[in-house]
């Protein structure tokens, strides 16, 4: 397969130490899975650029809220080539983040601020999961944390975005 990071994206906010972390696989594909929120960009891309990506191939996007594919624009910027593999349901929401956007704001209040606004996405970077011919990618349908929810199974790791509880959460983290 080849090797594999986690780029940790560090929130300037009491509670969220641990809380964003990219993983980017590097080998015949490059891809990394989500991109954590739009405020976040820069540190993603310090992180790829320190792990000398030059490529990429995919992104994998487990769901479309906006701490997980807000920076997903920015992204795209650097890595022209990249396609985005998302549910076909969060096509809408990517093309157009305006009512993602404006549900976020009402729902998170000034955590969604803080986050940043996402941008909208070229329809032709997208991917509808239904439409994808990534090899030796399995994906999962898991609704619940949202309609549009996907798990990702490649390079034999098991990819959940928020379908399962997270771990390592240590006394003085949050």
């Given at each position: 397969?080849?090797?594999?990071?986690?780029?940790?994206?560090?929130?300037?906010?009491?509670?969220?130490?641990?809380?964003?972390g990219?993983?980017?696989?590097?080998?015949?594909?490059?891809?990394?899975?989500?991109?954590?929120?739009?405020?976040?960009?820069?540190?993603?891309?310090?992180?790829l650029?320190?792990?000398?990506?030059?490529?990429?191939?995919?992104?994998?996007?487990?769901?479309?809220h906006?701490?997980?594919?807000?920076?997903?624009?920015?992204?795209?910027?650097?890595?022209?080539?990249?396609?985005?593999?998302?549910?076909?349901?969060?096509?809408?929401?990517?093309?157009?983040?305006?009512?993602l956007?404006?549900?976020?704001v009402?729902?998170?209040?000034?955590?969604?601020?803080?986050?940043?606004?996402?941008?909208?996405?070229?329809?032709?970077?997208?991917?509808?999961?239904?439409?994808?011919?990534?090899?030796?990618?399995?994906?999962?349908?898991?609704?619940?944390?949202?309609?549009?929810?996907?798990?990702?199974?490649?390079?034999?790791?098991?990819f959940?975005?928020?379908?399962?509880?997270?771990?390592?959460?240590?006394?003085?983290?949050?």
């Amino acid at each position: 397969m080849g090797e594999e990071h986690l780029i940790e994206l560090r929130q300037e906010r009491t509670g969220y130490k641990r809380f964003f972390g990219i993983w980017v696989l590097c080998g015949t594909q490059n891809v990394i899975v989500d991109t954590g929120p739009a405020a976040s960009a820069p540190q993603l891309m310090n992180g790829l650029s320190k792990l000398g990506l030059k490529r990429l191939d995919h992104v994998f996007l487990t769901h479309v809220h906006i701490d997980h594919a807000g920076a997903l624009g920015e992204l795209l910027d650097y890595y022209p080539e990249a396609k985005v593999v998302c549910h076909e349901r969060a096509v809408k929401h990517l093309t157009d983040p305006s009512l993602l956007w404006k549900k976020s704001v009402s729902t998170l209040g000034e955590t969604a601020i803080l986050f940043g606004k996402p941008r909208p996405i070229e329809r032709e970077r997208l991917i509808p999961h239904t439409n994808s011919d990534v090899k030796n990618l399995r994906m999962i349908e898991t609704p619940g944390h949202s309609a549009h929810h996907l798990s990702f199974e490649y390079g034999g790791k098991l990819f959940v975005g928020e379908a399962a509880a997270v771990d390592e959460w240590k006394a003085g983290d949050r």
